[in-house]
């Protein structure tokens, strides 16, 4: 067994030694405790990670990790509720959700309205593992039990009626354990995917009247991309992430998970996709690839992420990291095969699964943070293979970054900062300069929540 871990490891430590060609300066991880970018938000800076270990009890062998033995309901329940409040600071939990409602249209319309009934929530969850039939599997991903307790929350206490709620992945399919799951308990909220294959799922149409355009010249069809008619649309977006390593990016976090709501006309997918138009962001790997792209240039996320219709149309960023894993799909076989979750080596996991809810309203401050844990841990070498900063560099100084490149996704004028970024000063103590000083600091302050520690 140790022979095979050694092996396994000097597989991981080489290939990423030889695939990570450039140099990224600064190194990925520094500078320590200098922020950088604009923060907002109720609490500026603010993320929020609760971890309960106890939530997850799979033996890694049987059934599925998302069987209700192996992720307990009632834990998750109350870890999200605990999230919720500790983002706002407010004990009551429906007076947070108005409070969150309230920033939110005061920052984007400069009212401070609540939640008004009619008005639709859209929600890009991430089942980049989930491809071809309808047929479960043990993939690491977004678990059902977080999404019930979300839509509880939003149909309780944000007051939204369930025919108000999509939820998709635009480019992916929504497998039958999630349908049981909606069916069950939330039959009128809308679920859709790419195939809308499979029950009440609908497919994902592009809206002709939406625009995105790529900031960098190099990016084809440049100006032609389209988002879901739902999502052009929607009055509120959610930002539902995965939290994992990712073989071309480093990692997929709130960045990446934009990767399955663009529609791309004309390019090719070599996903075997014959029509002209289709949902496969595959033509613009290359412009996310954290082992080719050093520090200081373009990058398109930076351009999903600041479009008015994607994060910069959301009310909170929340990553499901119940299961976290090392990368969508494992190759190793010669096929695509889901890849299953992996137990976190690093304090405070101690070699557990990942056990945890992330949550935060500032984007950059939130893969800060998960960029800090994923890098950190043994199990998730994919996060340590390129300049994974890049990215947060980039989308913190998207007025003026390090690029030159002017970000204009929406072609109605240049982005300002999307967030703040820095790195914590480091894996034990894991502060960051709010931690340090909450009074001066000026960047990240992380609230770390541990449910059941023994
Ligand atoms: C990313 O770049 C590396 C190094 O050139 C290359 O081997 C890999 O295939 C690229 N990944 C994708 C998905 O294009």
């Not at 600071?89 to 409602?101: A, H, K, P, R, T």
């Not at 990767?259 to 496969?280: A, E, K, L, Q």
Request: charged share 20%; net charge negative.
């Amino acid at each position: 067994m140790r022979a095979l871990l050694i092996s396994i490891f000097l597989i991981f430590c080489c290939l990423g030694f030889e695939v990570n060609s450039i140099t990224c300066d600064p190194p990925v991880g520094t500078p320590v405790n200098e922020p950088f970018g604009e923060s907002f938000g109720i609490n500026p800076g603010r993320v929020v990670w609760v971890l309960d270990r106890e939530a997850t009890k799979w033996d890694g062998i049987n059934g599925y990790w998302f069987d209700s033995d192996n992720l307990d309901q009632s834990r998750v329940d109350n870890m999200l509720d605990k999230a919720i409040r500790s983002l706002t600071g407010n004990d009551d939990i429906v007076e947070s959700w108005d409070m969150l409602f309230r920033d939110f249209n005061k920052r984007k319309h400069g009212k401070e309205n609540g939640y008004v009934p009619g008005q639709t929530i859209a929600m890009k969850i991430n089942l980049n593992g989930d491809f071809g039939y309808y047929e479960d599997n043990n993939g690491n991903e977004v678990s059902p039990q977080f999404l019930k307790s979300l839509m509880t929350h939003l149909t309780k206490y944000a007051g939204v009626a369930e025919k108000d709620l999509y939820v998709f992945d635009a480019s992916r399919l929504i497998m039958p354990h999630f349908q049981k799951m909606f069916e069950q308990y939330f039959p009128d909220i809308n679920l859709v995917d790419n195939k809308g294959g499979m029950g009440s799922v609908q497919r994902a149409q592009p809206d002709p009247t939406s625009y995105l355009q790529f900031s960098n010249t190099d990016v084809p069809a440049q100006k032609l991309t389209k988002l879901p008619t739902f999502v052009n649309q929607a009055d509120y977006m959610i930002e539902i992430d995965d939290f994992r390593g990712h073989d071309t990016a480093g990692i997929t976090l709130s960045g990446k998970n934009w990767f399955g709501s663009i529609y791309r006309p004309d390019v090719s997918c070599d996903f075997g996709t014959t029509s002209s138009g289709h949902w496969c962001p595959m033509s613009l790997h290359k412009f996310v690839n954290v082992t080719i792209r050093p520090m200081g240039s373009y990058n398109a996320l930076v351009d999903l992420m600041g479009h008015p219709k994607l994060t910069s149309n959301t009310l909170f960023i929340i990553s499901d990291a119940l299961y976290a894993g090392p990368t969508e799909f494992d190759h190793t076989s010669g096929y695509n095969v889901p890849s299953p979750p992996v137990t976190f080596e690093m304090e405070p996991f101690n070699n557990h699964w990942s056990s945890s809810i992330l949550i935060a309203q500032d984007p950059i401050a939130l893969d800060s943070v998960g960029l800090d844990i994923l890098r950190t841990e043994p199990h998730i070498p994919f996060a340590r293979i390129g300049c994974t900063d890049n990215y947060l560099h980039e989308g913190a100084l998207a007025n003026d970054p390090p690029s030159g490149t002017v970000y204009n996704p929406s072609g109605q004028g240049q982005l300002s900062s999307l967030g703040v970024h820095e790195h914590w000063n480091n894996a034990y103590e894991r502060k960051y300069t709010k931690n340090i000083d909450p009074v001066n600091g000026k960047g990240i302050e992380l609230v770390e929540i541990h449910l059941s520690d023994d």
